[in-house]
C-alpha cells in the first residue's frame, strides 16, 4: 500500500557529490519520520540520517558535516544531500518512512528497494 521509490545514486569519485530523493506515495494518512540507511557488502545496515515530521535531524556520527538531510513534506519526499564523498560511504542507500496508513492505523516502517552509491578511490 505504501510505495518509496528512491533515485540519484551513481558513480561518483572521493570528493564528490551525489543527491538522492525518495518519494513516498500509496496509503498515507501521515507520515512520522523519514531517514535513509545503508548497507555496504556483508555488513550490516546502519542508519545514516533521518527527519522527523516536526524538521528534528539525527546523523551517523561517520557522516556529520558531510550529508544533510532534508525534506518536502508536501511532495512526501526526503532528499540526502552527499558531499566530500569517500570511499567508506559506497553502499546501497534505502530509504525509510515511519507511516500511518489510516486514522485507526499504527506505524509501520517501510523500505525503499535503496538505490547504489559507489565512491571510487
Known amino acids: 500500500q505504501v510505495q518509496l521509490v528512491e533515485s540519484g545514486g551513481g558513480l561518483v569519485q572521493t570528493g564528490g557529490s551525489l543527491r538522492l530523493s525518495c518519494a513516498a506515495s500509496?496509503?498515507?494518512?501521515?507520515?512520522?519520520?523519514m531517514g535513509w540507511y545503508r548497507q555496504a557488502p556483508e555488513n550490516e545496515r546502519e542508519l545514516v540520517a533521518s527527519?522527523?515530521?516536526?524538521?528534528?535531524?539525527n546523523y551517523a556520527d561517520s557522516v556529520k558535516g558531510r550529508f544533510t538531510v532534508s525534506r518536502d513534506y508536501a511532495k512526501n519526499t526526503v532528499y540526502l544531500q552527499m558531499n566530500s564523498l569517500k570511499p567508506e560511504d559506497t553502499a546501497v542507500y534505502y530509504c525509510?518512512?515511519?507511516?500511518?496508513?489510516?486514522?485507526?492505523?499504527?506505524?509501520?516502517?517501510?523500505w525503499g528497494k535503496g538505490t547504489l552509491v559507489t565512491v571510487s578511490s
Open positions: 527527519i522527523t515530521s516536526g524538521g528534528d535531524t
Open positions: 500509496g496509503s498515507i494518512f501521515r507520515i512520522n519520520a
Open positions: 525509510n518512512a515511519v507511516v500511518r496508513r489510516t486514522s485507526t492505523d499504527y506505524y509501520v516502517n517501510y
